[in-house]
RNA sequence: CGGGGCGUGGUGUAACGGCUAACAUGCUUCACUUGGGAUGAAGUGACUCCGGGUUCGAAUCCCGGCGCCCCGACCA
């Protein structure tokens, strides 16, 4: 894409009414509008990198045979009512509304319960089971204090999967792939290194529930991590007799600040039994399906990245999840782009024909504007890759290559270029 | 929801109760310049968040609202 023609433009000054650095940068860098207090529109580069998110969970989700449906947001006050979940003072959080003829309804902030009543319609059988189902859904929640920029939201767009499964074998089966899928997802974002599988206080039906934190100074957690065997705990669990039953020692933890990215949640049948999800087993007996949900906030994945990984200079993306994986950068010959002999430009014009010919989508910077300017925007917005004609790199017959991570510059052939970023 | 802070051109800031609300940046035009946010010139752009009040006079003081940020509580 042509630099000269995305709408969105770069600012030199952070927005006085952020102090997080991921709304910051990314409100700078063009990636987000903030609508109001934890209410973020996500412009043409943030929602590359949404999708690119979106696309890395959706491979793993399927790959542990996931099944995507689309759910609804609104939701009806009986449904919802039959789990004691309507009332104000049980859930506190929910935005609600109502039809012109005073029918109530709320705007959903999980899924549990329209999933379960759904399923309830189609699952009979113990041949109908098991089954995994999962969405990417924008969730609602009335937070009593929206904070951190785009990490915690009022409203947000989350991957929320539910499994259905026969007995509570089949679902701790079902449950260790989950985790491996989520482990996977969060190596590919490009969090990995720094994402631990952490216990954490269980729900009614499991001693504990495991999140996946990401160590980041902007995380509203404390976590205890261990790093030989990446595993951490969470400090609201973390007592001699949880350590013990996880068979760590405390003096081999360390203290680290961490943000809550991912989670898993058994829910045995607290949903499945009052929504009535059962199945007629082989022998005739009735039997209430065991549930469990996990969940992943994409936009606070989105956050906890620029987070994690920006330096002082601007964003750094993972290339999995850059919203292009190289950006181009023309430093202009005499004469702008008025010149037809401008021999920059004319080359720098050329390479990005070549590149999309190629099937290779870069970020092609073909202003009219100084190169200072242009590195400071290209640090700023983040790609993983800059590449820059100008008539030094003319002079030579190769491009330069720089690295956005690292920094590490060199030389590079048109061939070679491609063979990168293909 | 408790506590604290803050609302001034698009953005970031300044202005003792007193001149036509200033500076920077952005944007437009011209000149010059082209490897790290240049330079000069000319333009553009604000009911100082909203509503009341005090005063000869309010961006500034007072009251009420709304909004934003931070700490805490909360966080399926």
Not at 33 to 55: D, S, T
Not at 348 to 366: K, M, P, Q, W
Not at 377 to 404: F, H, N
Request: hydrophobic content about 40%.
């Amino acid at each position: 894409m042509r630099q000269s023609k995305l709408f969105t433009k770069t600012r030199k000054e952070a927005p006085k009414d952020e102090v997080a650095k991921n709304a910051q940068l990314l409100i700078r860098a063009g990636y987000v509008y903030k609508e109001m207090a934890g209410v973020y529109a996500f412009l043409p580069l943030g929602l590359r990198v949404m999708e690119n998110i979106e696309q890395i969970i959706r491979d793993e989700v399927n790959a542990i045979g996931g099944q995507e449906v689309s759910l609804t947001a609104l939701q009806s006050k009986a449904l919802w009512q039959k789990t004691n979940r309507w009332d104000d003072s049980v859930v506190d959080n929910w935005f609600k509304s109502k039809f012109q003829n005073g029918t109530e309804v709320g705007l959903a902030s999980t899924h549990e319960e329209p999933l379960t009543e759904i399923m309830s319609e189609y699952v009979s059988s113990y041949r109908d089971l098991p089954r995994s189902v999962y969405q990417f859904q924008t969730k609602f929640r009335n937070e009593a204090r929206a904070k951190s920029g785009i990490m915690r939201g009022r409203e947000f767009l989350m991957k929320d999967l539910y499994s259905f499964s026969r007995t509570q074998e089949e679902h701790d089966s079902f449950y260790q792939k989950a985790k491996q899928a989520y482990v996977n997802i969060f190596a590919r974002v490009g969090l990995g290194h720094v994402t631990y599988p952490t216990f954490a206080l269980g729900g009614s039906f499991s001693k504990y529930s495991e999140e996946f934190q990401t160590i980041t100074d902007a995380g509203e957690d404390m976590i205890y991590v261990h790093e030989g065997k990446k595993v951490a705990v969470n400090k609201e669990v973390l007592e001699p007799s949880v350590l013990a039953d996880l068979g760590l020692k405390r003096e081999e933890l360390v203290e680290k600040k961490a943000v809550e990215v991912g989670n898993i949640f058994n829910l045995g049948t607290k949903f499945s039994e009052p929504l009535n999800l059962a199945y007629i087993d082989e022998k005739g007996e009735k039997k209430t399906v065991i549930m469990g949900c996990y969940g992943i906030g994409l936009s606070r994945v989105m956050g906890t990245i620029v987070e994690a990984l920006a330096d002082d200079k601007g964003i750094v993306w993972p290339k999995s999840v850059a919203p292009f994986k190289a950006h181009l950068v023309l430093v202009d010959g005499r004469g702008g782009a008025t010149d037809p002999a401008n021999a920059s430009r004319n080359e720098a014009d050329r390479l990005y024909a070549a590149l999309s010919a190629a099937g290779i989508e870069v970020l092609y910077d073909d202003r009219e504007t100084r190169p200072g300017e242009k590195f400071a925007d290209a640090d700023l917005m983040g790609m993983p890759y800059r590449i820059v004609v100008s008539e030094k790199t003319l002079a030579a017959g190769t491009y330069e290559l720089k690295e956005r991570a690292t920094g590490a510059t060199s030389m590079i052939t048109e061939k070679e270029l491609i063979q990168l970023l293909s």
